[in-house]
T-cell receptor, first 109, second 115 residues
Framework: DQQVKQNSPSLSVQEGRISILNCDYT??????FLWYKKYPAEGPTFLIS?????DKNEDGRFTVFLNKSAKHLSLHIVPSQPGDSAVYFC????????FGKGTRLHILP | ETGVTQSPTHLIKTRGQQVTLRCSSQ?????VSWYQQALGQGPQFIFQ???????GRGNFPPRFSGLQFPNYSSELNVNALELDDSALYLC??????????????FGPGTRLTVT
């Protein structure tokens, strides 16, 4: 059973527009939620996190929103840039970190 | 500041053999976690080491074992390799201050192919 789900395997967004990546989870005991970005032939890179007691965290072009009642979080990237093309993993932390399967984001010129 | 490094980069083994993968953590990080990433999947937690002791384990059989050394580098050992063990193995280190928040720094991984 998947505790962290990313239902969109891929997403294409025009450069300069907003990219929205979604993630659902099932375990209400998770205390942190994170987004990691992965380029080919590299390990995942930490992008942004949010505590379960908050509903929004912003870092430059990246904002993560958490809706605990819906057990849903999303990552907004504004404006999207070519270098944002990568695989994005949603992850949740309790005693260990559980990752989703990832969403491949393509930024179109 | 040196990042997380892993060796070897690629490895081909035969079913039934044993393999050892190595990881050097980022400077100042005393916690190391290992993950298995199969094709098309997200990283799956194998186990974590903190100050040379295992500090949590995922759903992996005992033939997956590890070590952490006094300098916080780590090894992942897999015995009796199976075809399904073919995957990218990722090592991640974290600092004491950020470990609870799940913030980890990953190495580039070791691609293991079992034939």
């Amino acid at each position: 059973d998947q505790q962290v789900k990313q239902n969109s395997p891929s997403l294409s967004v025009q450069e300069g527009r907003i990219s929205i990546l979604n993630c659902d989870y099932t375990n209400s005991m998770f205390d942190y939620f994170l987004w990691y970005k992965k380029y080919p032939a590299e390990g995942p890179t930490f992008l942004i996190s949010i505590s379960s007691i908050k509903d929004k965290n912003e870092d430059g072009r990246f904002t993560v929103f958490l809706n605990k009642s819906a057990k849903h979080l999303s990552l907004h990237i504004v404006p999207s840039q070519p270098g944002d093309s990568a695989v994005y993993f949603c992850a949740a932390s309790e005693s260990k970190i559980i990752f989703g399967k990832g969403t491949r984001l393509h930024i179109l010129p | 500041e040196t990042g997380v490094t892993q060796s070897p980069t690629h490895l081909i083994k035969t079913r039934g053999q044993q393999v050892t993968l190595r990881c050097s953590s980022q400077s100042g990080h005393n916690t190391v976690s290992w993950y298995q990433q199969a094709l098309g999947q997200g990283p799956q937690f194998i186990f974590q080491y903190y100050r040379e002791e295992e500090n949590g384990r995922g759903n992996f059989p005992p033939r997956f074992s590890g070590l952490q050394f006094p300098n916080y580098s780590s090894e992942l050992n897999v015995n009796a390799l199976e075809l399904d063990d073919s995957a990218l193995y990722l090592c991640a280190s974290s600092s004491p201050l950020r470990q609870g928040a799940g913030e980890q720094y990953f190495g580039p991984g070791t691609r293991l192919t079992v034939t």
